[in-house]
């Protein structure tokens, strides 16, 4: 079946250091593929997306590339801040109804 | 634009006491909604998923119920709850493309005493 399989944390970097959250996927077909993140407190909100193999999404100098022949779609930062800790979700959508959320990783930044 | 409100923000109950969770989408029309649930430290546990009004979707077996009365209205119920189902409760809706993300409300941090 399809499924999310995501880094474990939690991750410490210091500030300016660079970041890579690893995200696998099983699915069949064709899914969109999503990176979310949750602030402490909040709900979860949508970071970047792909749509298509090779298609890059990005947003706040996160990047994520839709990988299909290594099945994955990692996140990346060239430079972290303190303002960047929180716990990312790598999600998968291969249906209607078929949406899959990895466990989640918490990263935490310190000056 | 579309929003989705959650309420309440927190709350605790007793054990054996009964639930109702409320969530409002606006600026949408017929959106797939869902519950989840996080515990602590956690990832996201789907409960429940809706496609229309009166249709509803259990992923996990367990004592809370769903119900979907009006189209932008999602409503998670327990009749008693337990010590388990504390955790935070995230309600969520999306569009029924493959290439829509979901929407997330702010949440409600449930601690049942």
């Known amino acids: 079946g399809d499924s999310v399989t995501q880094m474990e944390g939690p991750v410490t970097l210091s500030e300016e250091a660079f970041l890579t959250i690893n995200c696998t996927y099983t699915?069949?077909?064709?899914?969109?593929l999503f990176w979310y993140v949750q602030y402490p407190g909040e709900g979860l909100q949508l970071l970047l997306k792909a749509t298509k193999a090779d298609d890059k999404g990005s947003n706040k100098g996160f990047e994520a590339t839709y990988r299909k022949e290594t099945t994955s779609f990692h996140l990346e930062k060239g430079s972290v801040q303190v303002s960047d800790s929180a716990v990312y979700f790598c999600a998968l959508r291969a249906g209607a109804n078929n949406l899959f959320f990895g466990t989640g990783t918490r990263l935490t930044v310190i000056p | 634009s579309q929003t989705i409100h959650q309420w309440p923000a927190t709350l605790v109950q007793p054990v054996g006491s009964p639930l109702s969770l409320e969530c409002t989408v606006e600026g949408t029309s017929n959106p797939n909604l869902y519950w989840y649930r996080q515990a602590a430290g956690r990832g996201l546990q789907l409960l429940f998923y809706?496609?229309?009004?009166?249709?509803i979707s259990s992923e996990v077996p367990q004592n809370l119920s769903a119900s979907r009365p009006q189209d932008r209205q999602f409503i998670l119920s327990s009749k008693k709850l337990l010590l388990s189902d504390s955790g935070f409760y995230l309600c969520?809706?999306?569009?029924?493309?493959?290439?829509?993300?979901?929407?997330f409300g702010p949440g409600t941090r449930l601690t049942v005493l």
């Open positions: 809706s496609v229309g009004i009166g249709q």
């Open positions: 699915a069949t077909g064709y899914p969109s």
């Open positions: 969520a809706w999306t569009g029924t493309s493959v290439y829509n993300e979901q929407f």
